[in-house]
């Protein structure tokens, strides 16, 4: 019914930086809150960032101050900047999106998730 693909990962050196981004697709009336998580290997999933429909964003301590989460409406989008980044970052990155499809029914999904690694 709706599909978020995620495109932007890969590998940096530490204090570099990338750019994801993740696109709803599908029957979609509109989207509420949207999120980016992450799963290191041998870690549980654990939240990075989330903005709500109003703008409003909030991050984890580990993050804060070097990433940035945003929206674009219009294309059903959502994006991290992240930069400065560290070892730590390392991990599979998976965006969220609660979707509205038709009233009055919504449902939160997940992108794929696409690897970040930050390596020397």
């Known amino acids: 019914q709706v599909q978020l693909v995620e495109s932007g990962g890969g590998l940096v050196q530490p204090g570099g930086s990338l750019r994801l981004s993740c696109t709803a697709s599908?029957?979609?009336?509109?989207?509420?809150?949207m999120a980016w998580y992450r799963q290191a290997p041998g870690n549980q999933r654990e939240l990075v960032a989330t903005?709500?429909?109003?703008?409003?964003?909030k991050y984890a301590d580990s993050v804060e101050g070097r990433f940035t989460i945003s929206r674009d409406n219009a294309k059903n989008s959502v994006y991290l900047q992240m930069n400065s980044l560290k070892p730590e970052d390392t991990a599979v990155y998976y965006c969220?999106?609660?979707?509205?499809?038709?009233?009055?029914?919504?449902?939160?999904?997940w992108g794929q998730g696409t690897q970040v690694t930050v390596s020397s």
């Open positions: 969220y999106a609660s979707v509205q499809t038709s009233f009055p029914t919504s449902q939160g999904y």
């Open positions: 599908g029957r979609i009336r509109g989207i509420y809150d």
């Open positions: 903005i709500t429909r109003g703008d409003s964003t």
